[in-house]
């Protein structure tokens, strides 16, 4: 197999570092062959990433232009959907048909920050004294780390380098070590689109030695990362030691509500969807089910009944629910929480295990699990265990619920299951959490920020705050009067 290029300053090349191998989860079997990048590869991306976004032929260009670039990277995108489609599952394993909707959402991403740009406005701040006028204009930050994790690539990729590129900067990408190949072909695209060189480099590695080169090289100027919450802690520590804004979208275990006049089949059906889709892989994943105890054992039968239900398999095999883990390592740590919430004292009451059908040996799959018997203080109650494994507790008040709901260093998330709907809001109200769902889960705005609360992160992604987040706020004072300043008589 070829050893594919990685993208440096506008060029395709072999990269300087060590040998990586992309494997498919679903067998273990090779995808693609490359060098990661190395420490010339960074000084040099970075390099250029400083001239192409200072060079007035992007940063000044009008917004409809830069916005010409993302509408056709939009277009290339949906062009070949099918084609980027099977590339993700076979780099992370996920159903087709959720990568066919990964790149979709991809695609809708670069179009609505092609309008942001457009739309975007400064401010005229004008106080009321005629001696002067101020306006406030919004500026491009420079050179932009962006970091992304191995789930959901395509989309996670999009949501930084449109609105950083929108905004007027230039990009550094590296994407997770296990998941190369998407932001690989979303700087073919870009390039195909137009995008001046330098603007946009990807360099594939390991987040401790390539990570943390692009992030301490002085020119950086934002760091964006998604992922876990200890690198995120890591990442806002050199933020913080070298002055520059950091937006983190870190990690989350969602508590998912069901009050006891919910729609019972609705409720279930969500939930399921919630914690099973992406087999559990999602930093939103609505692992710790709250139930009210006059419908807890009904709603536990009923998504018990469900998770028996999903058919687990191979990505490109239709109608799969869930496909493989991302790795035999990581399917290894969610069998070790299984078998902690036993120890804890939990019953497994669905799944627990790999699936025995010897055709899925190869791959790292894992039953989508229900738990039971616990309650919030157990560890797998506490930890992110980023798999298809949900545990059930009943509650018998609302205060009991909200303190167990919020009794979690993590924000990111919540679901509510309930017909009355002024219920349900003061409720999430009171919740801790970025984003909260009512009678439904996991249904995303491109134009709705995005971000967490507590160990979750910091600052939001998508809207019109996604774009701003990529600026910084310039005000101008004009003087009208003509006179001096009268200070020195």
């Known amino acids: 197999m070829s050893v594919l290029p990685i993208f440096v300053a506008g060029q395709w090349r072999t990269g300087k570092g060590e040998e990586m191998v992309s494997r498919f989860p679903a067998d273990g079997s090779e995808v693609a062959r490359l060098n990661a990048a190395g420490e010339q590869d960074v000084a040099e991306a970075i390099a250029a990433a400083d001239r192409a976004w200072r060079d007035p032929a992007w940063r000044n260009r009008v917004p409809h232009e830069r916005a010409a670039v993302l509408h056709r990277v939009s277009k290339l995108i949906m062009a070949r ?3 980027l489609a099977q590339l993700q599952s076979r780099d992370n394993g996920k159903p087709l048909a959720e990568t066919r909707g990964l790149v979709a959402s991809a695609a809708a991403t670069a179009r609505y920050f092609a309008a942001a740009c457009e739309v975007l406005e400064g401010e005229l701040p004008t106080p009321r004294s005629a001696a002067v ?12 780390a962006a970091i992304t994790p191995w789930n959901s690539p395509i989309a996670s990729e999009m949501q930084k380098v449109a609105p950083a590129l929108a905004a007027g900067n230039a990009v550094v990408l590296k994407p997770a070590e296990a998941t190369p190949l998407m932001a690989l072909k979303l700087a073919e695209l870009f390039e195909q689109a ?3 060189a330098g603007l946009l480099s990807v360099l594939p590695g390991k987040g401790s030695v390539i990570g943390e080169a692009i992030v301490r090289h002085p020119a950086v100027r934002k760091i964006s990362f998604t992922g876990g919450t200890r690198t995120g802690r890591h990442l806002a520590a050199i933020a913080a030691e070298r002055l520059i804004p950091a937006s983190l979208e870190l990690g989350g275990k969602s508590p998912t509500i069901v009050l006891d006049d919910a729609d019972l089949e609705q409720a279930a059906r969500g939930i399921c969807y919630g914690i099973y889709s992406s087999a559990g892989q999602a930093c939103i994943a609505g692992a710790r089910l709250f139930v009210q105890r006059k419908l807890y054992q009904p709603l536990v039968a009923r998504v018990a009944q469900l998770a028996r239900g ?11 629910h869930l496909g493989p883990l991302i790795s035999a390592a990581h399917r290894d740590s969610v069998a070790a929480y299984v078998a902690l919430a036993k120890e804890e004292g939990g019953r497994v009451l669905v799944g627990g295990e790999a699936p025995a059908d010897p055709a899925l040996s190869k791959g790292s799959y894992f039953l989508p699990t229900l738990i039971e018997g616990l309650d919030n203080r157990a560890r797998v109650c506490q930890e992110e ?6 545990v059930a507790m009943p509650f018998d008040d609302e205060a ?4 167990m709901a919020n009794d979690s260093v993590y924000g990111l ?5 309930s017909r009355d709907f002024p219920r349900a809001l003061r409720l999430a109200r009171a919740l801790e959490a970025g984003t909260v769902w009512i009678n ?3 249904t995303f705005s491109i134009s709705t920020p995005f971000g967490g609360f507590k160990e979750s992160g910091l600052g939001r992604e998508k809207g019109m705050q996604g774009i701003k987040a990529y600026m910084q706020q310039k005000s101008i004072y004009l003087g009208l009067s003509g006179q001096s300043n009268l200070w020195s008589d």
């Open 440 to 442: 439904t889960y996991k």
């Open 194 to 196: 137009g995008l001046p």
């Open 400 to 403: 009991e619920l909200i303190a």
């Open 413 to 417: 998330a919540a679901g509510i299951w």
């Open 310 to 320: 999903l058919r687990v398999g191979d990505p490109f095999t239709p109608g799969i």
């Open 385 to 390: 265990i980023f798999g298809p494994v949900l």
């Open 133 to 144: 006028m101020t306006l406030s204009e919004y500026e491009p930050l420079g050179v932009v």
């Open 81 to 83: 959907q099918e084609e």
